[in-house]
């Protein structure tokens, strides 16, 4: 089984950059840790601050079956860890408190019900 991950941090939206992982995994990861507002398409408009590593390592093959390694920070070292914990079927609310996990998840589905009778 291939776990694959496709993602674009690039700012121009005109000029796409995808970054295409084949099994990527997380090498190294640095003791600083940094704080970002992470959203997610799994869980619609909600959004919650996550503390992770601030820089990792990863290793992955592209898609010409090359592997790498590449040294991320900043948005994409946060991008690399959210997609590869999908793989794991963890979620960005796996971070969080419980307290604020079931505030998301409740909004989530009041927001579904509201769709469904729409
Ligand atoms: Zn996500």
Redesign the pocket.
Known sequence: MKRVVVMDVSDDKDKPEPLKLINPEIIWESEETSIYQ??????PEQYADVERPAEVGMRYMDENGETHEIEADGLLATCIQ??I??LDGV??TDYLSALKRNMILKKVQKLQKTKKSA
């Open positions: 992470e959203g997610c398409l799994s869980i959210h997609e914990d999908h979620l960005f």
